[in-house]
């Protein structure tokens, strides 16, 4: 090996590394820190909608090798509401817990990131593809109800001009569902464990569903 390609070993070494720092210190762009995000939480949207319309698939066969007639009042709708409330309760802890789990979140902080930046985006990832789980769901059961020949959204708790009713209201599931998200959001990055903070989501709903009791009791004492 001649004294000259010797020389340029070390130089091109250099210039090697030079290359990998340039690219660790360049800015990254946030459609693709987005587009990272939205690819974490697909397999968790196609779970949930994959149980939904699979329990729903097994509904319509056994109804055709039945005599009994599917009719919009069975309370079909509530198959259609778990969905986005089942997404709710998984995407913020799979956002953040996973990343903290598998240490990839510690990483991303050593990029040219703030920890503001990683955080916005999961945060808009999560409401976004919740929202868009919402949509799929509620025009599914419209398509669905349609076809059973009744009115979507004037049965049981979808009718949300109801002002007396034994359960919530559509409203009231958009907002939990948000709720859901933003809670498990929270707790998975206060806490390593995704376990832990799911677990933490019983005693958060139960709070807010036995202040929406006491709030629906006091309302009832006000008008009598």
Same mark, same amino acid.
């Given at each position: 090996?001649?004294?000259?390609q010797?020389s340029?070993? %070390?130089?091109? +070494?250099?210039y !090697?590394?030079?290359?990998?720092?340039? !690219?660790?210190?360049?800015?990254?762009?946030g459609?693709?820190?987005? *587009?990272?995000?939205?690819?974490?939480?697909? %397999?968790?949207?196609?779970?949930v909608?994959?149980?939904?319309?699979?329990?729903?698939?097994?509904?319509?066969?056994?109804?055709?090798?039945?005599?009994?007639?599917?009719?919009v009042?069975? +309370?079909? *709708?509530?198959?259609?509401?778990?969905m %986005?409330?089942?997404?709710?309760?998984?995407? +913020?802890?799979?956002?953040?817990?996973?990343e903290?789990e598998s240490?990839?979140?510690?990483?991303?902080?050593?990029?040219?990131?703030?920890?503001?930046?990683?955080? *916005?985006?999961?945060?808009?990832?999560?409401?976004?593809?919740?929202?868009m789980? *919402?949509?799929i769901?509620?025009?599914?059961?419209?398509?669905?109800?349609?076809?059973? +020949?009744?009115e979507?959204?004037?049965?049981?708790?979808?009718?949300?001009?109801?002002?007396?009713s034994?359960?919530?209201?559509?409203?009231?599931?958009?907002?939990?569902?948000?709720f859901?998200?933003?809670?498990?959001?929270?707790?998975?990055? !206060?806490?390593?464990?995704?376990?832990?903070?799911?677990?933490?989501?019983? %005693?958060a709903?139960?709070a807010? !569903?036995?202040?929406e009791?006491t709030?629906?009791?006091?309302?009832r004492?006000?008008?009598?």
């Amino acid at each position: 090996m001649s004294s000259q390609q010797l020389s340029s070993q %070390p130089h091109s +070494g250099e210039y !090697r590394q030079r290359a990998i720092d340039s !690219r660790a210190s360049a800015p990254i762009s946030g459609w693709a820190l987005l *587009w990272k995000e939205f690819r974490q939480v697909m %397999p968790l949207i196609l779970t949930v909608l994959g149980l939904g319309f699979g329990v729903l698939l097994m509904i319509l066969v056994s109804s055709a090798f039945s005599s009994q007639r599917l009719k919009v009042e069975h +309370g079909y *709708w509530f198959l259609f509401l778990a969905m %986005p409330m089942m997404y709710a309760t998984g995407v +913020g802890i799979l956002l953040v817990g996973t990343e903290k789990e598998s240490r990839s979140l510690t990483w991303i902080r050593s990029l040219p990131i703030s920890g503001t930046q990683i955080a *916005w985006n999961k945060l808009v990832v999560a409401i976004a593809t919740l929202a868009m789980v *919402w949509v799929i769901a509620l025009t599914s059961w419209s398509i669905f109800a349609s076809v059973l +020949g009744g009115e979507p959204f004037l049965v049981s708790s979808l009718d949300i001009y109801q002002s007396e009713s034994a359960g919530w209201l559509l409203p009231t599931y958009l907002a939990v569902s948000l709720f859901l998200c933003l809670a498990g959001f929270a707790f998975a990055w !206060r806490f390593e464990s995704q376990v832990l903070s799911l677990v933490l989501l019983v %005693p958060a709903m139960l709070a807010v !569903r036995s202040e929406e009791h006491t709030s629906e009791l006091q309302s009832r004492v006000d008008i009598s």
